[in-house]
């Protein structure tokens, strides 16, 4: 995983959140509206907008007690289900794992993330589908034994009977996520061996932007080109003018650890010709650049080691040994190399002839003071409560208007879909895939046309881009209504990765995305339970 947070724009969310919702709401009372008119005439219309009115004075009317009790009964409920023996099944696991886990990997650093990877992907295998299968179940069931019939006999809204047990579900599962992380962090600690203690740490990365300049030191958009699949790194040549200029906003005397600047590197390099391969890596060396006051002091020759973290740290205090006429005159980085507006501006150079350095926006950071490693774990463990409500919103929602076993069916695929399948979807509605229409793919295969030929203009032509059209709409309102679980998945990796989880980058956005769906899953559970037959088995 590359680490290259980019904050989230939670303005731009709440507007995409209001234009997919306010789009498909106004579609589904559309439909409503036709439904009521071709059913009951003109009195279907009234009929509509008092159901809509019903919504809202039942969630006015909620009474928190009553959603308590609801709450609690589903907790006991479940727990008569024998669901704790998923405790033993978690501590299974954790008995065993020692064996198959340790000396999985020499290095140190890479044995600590198997740790990490290992305890975070059993809780959230263990909890998230246990949790799924009791959200999608419990009310058909008891729909089916009638013994919902005890709660809507009495003085209780059908809003309440959701809500109860959507929290009933989420504190049960807030229990077993608490217990097993906490297990799991004192697991982690009890094997990650001395020498390695030193890897559980939550690093606090200070990211800027990247910038180049070409052989000839003129600005350009990007690096040389080596050739790699994956066009990630750029490359700068090496013992010529060409750079990385790396540009860090907001830095001051806080970011420095010990009174020193820190900077962790992880570039790439790209050999033409073998070369002194004694030195374990390539020469390079950062310069430091204050434009206002006309300043260029450069860092001691560098070594990149590959796949290893490249830690440089620099004194607050450093001779610029290049100034004219005033050789060892010393400087201070945070008060003469950071320039009135806290951005410290860090210039990268190769200084080997016939080699090649490659490197990305995130392959350059700050980094300050570190978190303790349970200020990441700790956000890591929250990033799998969330996809955990939102399952169980989600199982409760569904199961409001289907049976036990479709609803499982139904919710799982939402999971793997939003899991798996939202960059192809994306991907494919963006128009960048060639004959994406499906009758168009259909009917280029049937004709043993190729992708590159246009289709012969006519009503044929018209026909596929109208079918298409819609076709493509309706899969872009799937895309928007199928919550996107990827963004959950990231906080696992920052802190295998050794990094505090991004508040920009990572919890905001997987805090939005559960959080949008409360409203839609009210809503559409509560009209599926009020039109639902309980008496149906």
Not at 202 to 207: H, I, L
Not at 212 to 218: H, I, K, L
Not at 246 to 253: N, T
Not at 280 to 307: A, C, H, T
Request: glycine share 8%; charged share 20%; proline share 4%.
């Amino acid at each position: 995983m590359s680490f290259d947070p980019i904050p989230y724009d939670l303005l731009d969310a709440f507007k995409h959140f209001f234009s997919v919702f306010g789009s498909t709401m106004l579609i589904a009372i559309v439909v409503c509206l036709i439904v009521g008119v071709l059913t009951r005439g003109m009195s279907g219309i009234g009929d509509v907008f008092r159901g809509i009115l019903d919504f809202f004075v039942q969630i006015t009317h909620v009474s928190c007690r009553r959603v308590w009790s609801l709450s609690i009964l589903t907790v006991r409920e479940a727990l008569r289900q024998k669901i704790l023996f998923v405790f033993i099944i978690f501590a299974v696991l954790f008995m065993f794992a020692g064996w198959f886990l340790s000396g999985a990997a020499d290095r140190p650093d890479l044995q600590v993330q198997s740790y990490i990877d290992f305890v975070l992907k059993a809780i959230s295998w263990l909890v998230i589908p246990i949790m799924l299968l009791l959200a999608c179940w419990s009310l058909p069931e008891d729909i089916r034994l009638r013994t919902i019939h005890t709660v809507v006999t009495k003085p209780v809204y059908r809003i309440e009977i959701v809500m109860g047990r959507m929290l009933g579900f989420t504190l049960l599962g807030s229990a077993i996520l608490l217990v097993m992380g906490t297990v799991g962090y004192i697991w982690i600690n009890r094997q990650v061996p001395e020498s390695a203690q030193y890897k559980l740490v939550s690093k606090v990365p200070v990211y800027g932007s990247i910038s180049f300049t070409d052989r000839e030191g003129a600005p350009t958009t990007a690096g040389i080109n080596v050739g790699d699949i994956w066009m990630y790194r750029s490359y700068i040549e090496g013992a010529t003018k060409a750079r990385a200029v790396y540009k860090f906003k907001g830095i001051d005397e806080s970011d420095a650890i010990n009174d020193k600047l820190v900077l962790q590197s992880s570039f790439e390099a790209f050999r033409t010709h073998k070369g002194n391969m004694d030195k374990g890596g390539i020469l390079y060396q950062f310069i430091f650049v204050n434009d206002e006051k006309n300043l260029r002091v450069p860092s001691r020759p560098l070594i990149n080691k590959e796949y290893s973290d490249n830690v440089l740290e620099i004194n607050r205090k450093l001779k610029d040994d290049n100034a004219d006429g005033g050789a060892g005159e010393e400087l201070d980085i945070f008060t003469d190399l950071v320039d009135k507006d806290g951005n410290l501006t860090v210039e990268v150079q190769c200084l080997e002839a016939g080699q090649l350095l490659g490197m990305a926006r995130p392959d350059l950071f700050i980094r300050t003071p570190d978190h303790a490693f349970l200020s990441g774990y700790s956000k890591a463990v929250f990033g799998i409560w969330l996809p955990m409500v939102l399952v169980i919103m989600l199982g409760v929602t569904i199961s409001c208007f289907v049976k036990g076993p479709v609803a499982i069916l139904t919710t799982l695929t939402i999971v793997l879909v939003g899991f798996m399948s939202k960059e192809y979807m994306t991907e494919l509605l963006s128009g960048q895939m060639q004959a994406a229409g499906a009758i168009e793919a259909w009917y280029r295969l049937i004709t043993h046309m190729n992708s590159q030929t246009e289709l012969p203009a006519g009503p044929v032509k018209f026909m596929i881009e109208i079918v298409d059209t819609g076709i493509i709409n309706f899969l872009w309102l799937c895309q928007q209504i199928i919550p996107n679980f990827g963004v959950f998945s990231n906080m696992r990796e920052y802190v295998i990765k050794g990094f505090d989880v991004s508040w920009d980058a990572a919890l905001l956005p997987g805090i939005i995305t559960t959080a949008a769906y409360i409203l839609p899953c009210l809503l559409v559970s509560f009209y599926s339970l009020k039109l639902r037959e309980l008496e149906a088995k």
